[in-house]
């Protein structure tokens, strides 16, 4: 089957699971809405979404933490650290892939040089403007296999995270159902 049919057929069977805690995300239920891709809400062990596909749960194996701008990613690394490292602690000991979904970035470039223009504390009370710098270097240290073994996905437009979503999964499904397969 080619990976066009493929991909049609993975469309028509796939459940989306959002985090009953996920919270502005109209703009990407909307376009699974649109796309005529099934969601549902339900409480998540982990991460923001992960899907279904027949009956088979893919919830405790595949997940995306999403994050909609470098402003949200600094608060979690500043206000909330314990919190999210205690979370990506708990999806790197379970979950055999995560992706952290950055929005409004659209690379590792931008996001080291991302600045605002009003000037914030840190943790530690120093003054900073630079805070794309401080959520590069956390995240390149969080990623690395050693740590919490994420990939990052960027969507510089977040009109785009639902397709970025399930494009992810898609391919997650392909590569698991390569695996399973009867060998010939």
Same mark, same amino acid.
């Given at each position: 089957?080619?990976?066009?049919?493929?991909?049609?057929?993975?469309?028509?069977?796939? &459940?989306?699971?959002?985090? &009953?805690?996920?919270?502005?995300?109209?703009?990407?239920?909307?376009?699974?809405?649109?796309?005529?891709?099934?969601?549902?809400?339900?409480?998540?062990?982990?991460?923001?979404?992960?899907?279904?596909?027949?009956?088979?749960?893919?919830?405790?194996? %595949?997940?995306?933490?999403?994050?909609?701008?470098?402003?949200?990613?600094?608060?979690?690394? &500043?206000?909330?650290?314990?919190?999210?490292?205690?979370?990506?602690?708990?999806?790197?000991?379970?979950?055999?892939?995560? &992706?952290?979904?950055?929005?409004? %970035?659209?690379?590792?470039?931008?996001?080291?040089?991302?600045?605002?223009?009003?000037?914030?504390?840190?943790?530690?009370?120093?003054?900073?403007?630079?805070?794309?710098?401080?959520?590069?270097?956390?995240?390149?240290?969080?990623? %690395?296999?050693?740590?919490?073994?994420?990939?990052?996905?960027?969507?510089?437009?977040?009109?785009?995270?639902?397709?970025?979503?399930?494009?992810?999964?898609?391919?997650?499904?392909?590569?698991?159902?390569?695996?399973?397969?009867?060998?010939?």
């Amino acid at each position: 089957m080619s990976s066009v049919n493929e991909k049609k057929e993975f469309m028509k069977k796939v &459940t989306i699971l959002v985090d &009953t805690r996920e919270q502005k995300n109209k703009h990407i239920t909307d376009v699974f809405s649109n796309l005529g891709i099934m969601f549902k809400q339900q409480k998540l062990d982990f991460g923001d979404y992960s899907f279904t596909v027949d009956s088979r749960d893919f919830s405790c194996s %595949c997940v995306i933490e999403r994050k909609a701008g470098i402003d949200e990613v600094y608060g979690n690394i &500043t206000a909330d650290r314990e919190r999210i490292e205690k979370e990506l602690d708990t999806i790197s000991k379970n979950a055999n892939q995560c &992706t952290f979904m950055l929005e409004n %970035c659209s690379g590792w470039e931008h996001l080291k040089g991302f600045e605002i223009p009003e000037i914030k504390a840190d943790k530690q009370g120093r003054k900073v403007r630079n805070i794309g710098a401080s959520v590069y270097s956390t995240l390149q240290s969080w990623k %690395c296999g050693n740590r919490y073994s994420f990939s990052v996905e960027f969507v510089p437009d977040q009109n785009h995270s639902a397709l970025k979503i399930l494009e992810i999964f898609f391919w997650y499904y392909h590569n698991y159902k390569k695996q399973t397969a009867p060998r010939k």
